[in-house]
T-cell receptor, first 112, second 113 residues
Framework: GENVEQHPSTLSVQEGDSAVIKCTYS??????FPWYKQELGKRPQLIID?????GEKKDQRIAVTLNKTAKHFSLHITETQPEDSAVYFC???????????FGAGTQVVVTP | DGGITQSPKYLFRKEGQNVTLSCEQN?????MYWYRQDPGQGLRLIYY???????QKGDIAEGYSVSREKKESFPLTVTSAQKNPTAFYLC????????????FGEGSRLTVL
């Protein structure tokens, strides 16, 4: 089955700096790669996603890049703000519907 | 207000007891899922269901059971056979025909005393 590895497990950044989280996946059939953000005490929510026919996608301060050949994808957060502090999960979908395989998560702490 | 409702939010159980976690959605989604969240291990899939009266084991189904008698409901039973049941449990749902974005409930925290 699909295996998703996520690094780093924790990330501390100064407000205004950039943050990068990297994930690798094992199943070359995976075609959908979402990122979920979970703030403390709250439910995970989708923040951005990318399909395998696209190399990069941006939404304001966040962007995701995908390298299908190397089987890795990354989340980039620019101009970080305190409200970006949360746990971020990457995921990969090996089937044609919604079942996802999640990475272990990255705790991002943005310090003022 | 559409969404997914999980209950109870907190639950304590003695060893050897079964406990059932409730998950209800009014999003008219076909698919529903149960994930277990432990520190440093991400979200691990316990069971999932694509349609009513059908469900499949996920990666860590041992010691758990589910039912899907109604489209909007997907309860999870944590049985006494689950060796390490203390965890945070998240229910989710998705449409089958689109990207498959998961919509999560607020979770249930189970503590075994």
């Amino acid at each position: 089955g699909e295996n998703v590895e996520q690094h780093p497990s924790t990330l501390s950044v100064q407000e205004g700096d950039s943050a990068v989280i990297k994930c690798t996946y094992s199943d070359s059939a995976s075609n959908y790669f979402p990122w979920y953000k979970q703030e403390l005490g709250k439910r995970p929510q989708l923040i951005i996603d990318i399909r395998s026919n696209v190399g990069e996608k941006k939404d304001q301060r966040i962007a995701v890049t995908l390298n299908k050949t190397a089987k890795h994808f990354s989340l980039h957060i620019t101009e970080t703000q305190p409200e970006d502090s949360a746990v971020y999960f990457c995921a990969a979908r090996p089937d044609s519907w919604g079942k996802l395989q999640f990475g272990a998560g990255t705790q991002v702490v943005v310090t003022p | 207000d559409g969404g997914i409702t999980q209950s109870p939010k907190y639950l304590f159980r003695k060893e050897g007891q079964n406990v059932t976690l409730s998950c209800e959605q009014n999003l008219n989604h076909d698919a529903m899922y149960w994930y277990r969240q432990d520190p440093g291990q991400g979200l691990r899939l316990i069971y999932y269901s694509q349609i009513v009266n059908d469900f499949q084991k996920g990666d860590i189904a041992e010691g758990y059971s589910v039912s899907r008698e109604k489209k909007e409901s997907f309860p999870l039973t944590v049985t006494s056979a689950q060796k390490n049941p203390t965890a945070f449990y998240l229910c989710a749902s998705s449409e089958q025909k689109n990207t498959g974005e998961l919509f999560f409930g607020e979770g249930s925290r189970l503590t075994v005393l």
